[in-house]
T-cell receptor, first 113, second 112 residues
């Protein structure tokens, strides 16, 4: 049981380049989330999804787009990367029940030069 | 969702109980208290949650005051592997999307 898998784990981009982070979960969870974590900080919610075909903005959505075309996948896109988007990105999923815990992936470290 | 206040850092001797406090004085009746931890930049890990009553599982105990304005996470016999950042989070019962809003957390260092 893989749980939540993030791809890629490391990536270096130049300013202005685009890329997509893939999150895949095999637990049949309804809800999925993308967070970012900057050095010495807590996690901040970028976008989330409460089901296939739905997405919603979190605390820091600017500069990112997301898609949830399949229930098991949640994609995070950067159309034009900026150095301020250098961060570690975490994906999570949950059952969607009222007290359902979040299961996190291992993180994707992105550096924008 | 109500905000929480935690100490920035704490130390604990290996084998002793680690008591991590959290203040959530603005908590409302439909909000749960959750605890997660993050070990060395790994993805956060769920520990425990509670509403009113004290809770215990294989990892920890959660003590919530009667007025629910504060809580304490107890790791009964801390080990070096419990060194991590611990996050106390308050989440509404019907929070849209079940999302968690993280604060800065408490950096717990367990020392030999």
């Amino acid at each position: 049981n893989a749980g939540v898998t993030q791809t890629p784990k490391f990536r270096v981009l130049k300013t202005g380049q685009s890329m997509t982070l893939l999150c895949a979960q095999d637990m049949n969870h309804e809800y999925m989330y993308w967070y970012r974590q900057d050095p010495g900080m807590g996690l901040r919610l970028i976008h989330y999804s409460v089901g296939e075909g739905t997405t919603a903005k979190g605390e820091v959505p600017d500069g990112y787009n997301v898609s949830r075309l399949k229930k098991q996948n949640f994609l995070l896109g950067l159309e034009s990367a900026a150095p301020s988007q250098t961060s570690v990105y975490f994906c999570a999923s949950s059952t969607g029940t009222i007290t359902g815990e979040l299961f996190f992936g291992e993180g994707s470290r992105l550096t924008v030069l | 969702d109500a905000k929480t206040t935690q100490p920035t850092s704490m130390d604990c001797a290996e084998g002793r109980a680690a008591n991590l406090p959290c203040n959530h004085s603005t908590i409302s009746g439909n909000e749960y208290v959750y605890w997660y931890r993050q070990i060395h930049s790994q993805g956060p890990q769920y520990i425990i949650h509670g509403l009113k009553n004290n809770e215990t599982n294989e990892m920890a105990s959660l003590i919530i005051t009667e007025d629910r304005k504060s809580s304490t996470l107890i790791l009964p016999h801390a080990t070096l592997r419990d060194t991590a950042v611990y996050y106390c989070i308050v989440r509404a019962l019907r929070n849209q999307g079940g999302k968690l809003i993280f604060g800065q957390g408490t950096e717990l260092s367990v020392k030999p």
